[in-house]
DNA sequence: TATTGTTATACTCTATAACTATA
DNA sequence: TATAGTTATAGAGTATAACAATA
């Protein structure tokens, strides 16, 4: 498969180093996948950035203002991110006003962390801006291949993780 | 959509996050590719480590290996890497004998990176296995998803990175 | 004993600027 | 004046272990 940059993005400026797509690591999926990641999730933050969010905090602030009041253990795990790592996430959202602890009625231990008004606010617009990021991404895809893609990401992305 | 894992990975012991798919991010295109991005990424991680690899000294050895005697810049702008960084993976790969730096004839400035037969021999080794690893993950695919996915993501990989 | 949130620490990654030798 | 490689450094991100309160 001859080079594909001429192909997808002939208006790019062609540097010297598109011959290397003619390599191994060109046609692997999994080399593709982590470069379209980096690119969604450079779009992503550059939006957020608007809102004072980043992709972490937005993750966050989405599923407190989901309503379905989730302890910081079930985010670190959702998120697969490390409880220590929600407790400056949440830190961040709170000094911020958007998000606040409440302590869980069913474990003294644990926190729940519910949206604020003003987070709600905050999210609806950070939501607008990053479903229009996504849309120019991938909007170009027909319903049909839309739903094919979010099956096989969902499907690779559930996979259980190495069992280390 | 209601909660994709048990329908998905149903083996998989279910938490009590996992009433958090019910969410925004959970259905969100760019949340699916990290999460799939970050299962790619273990796995190659934990298969190339079985010689001595990660997934960015693998793409530099690949490179050298492809026989196009890359130069360092060449390097670092088709992984997207800085240049800085391209000099700790080619020292790391030199040291252990995989790649070796020679002078570029047509710029005394430039160095080229060639691969040296032990590292020809890794790569292969290591390429099996990334390669088994990546059928493991996309082998479900029939040879249809496969393209439409490779180039999906190839499209969105090679998008101009957000004009900053 | 095990678990939740927290703090501290170290380690990897990433970004930036400066320097040299060439062009 | 600009570019290739290098070095140094600081910041972000990540992983780990330990601790107090609670289960």
Redesign the pocket.
Known sequence: MPNPTSATSPSRPVT?SDRLWDSVVGGDLAFLLARANAVSLGRA?AVLAEHGL?V?SYSVLSLAAGDSRP??????EFL?????????L??ELERAGLVS?EP?P????????VVTEEGRRVHAAARAGAEASERAMFGVLDPDDHSRLESVLRAIATETPPAS
Chains 1, 2 share one sequence.
Not at 71 to 76: D, F, G, P, W, Y
């Open positions: 010297g933050n980043k972490r302890t910081q253990r079930e985010l670190s697969r991110l490390d409880p220590s790592q929600i407790v400056s949440i830190d602890r869980d069913n474990d003294r231990r644990a926190n729940v962390v």
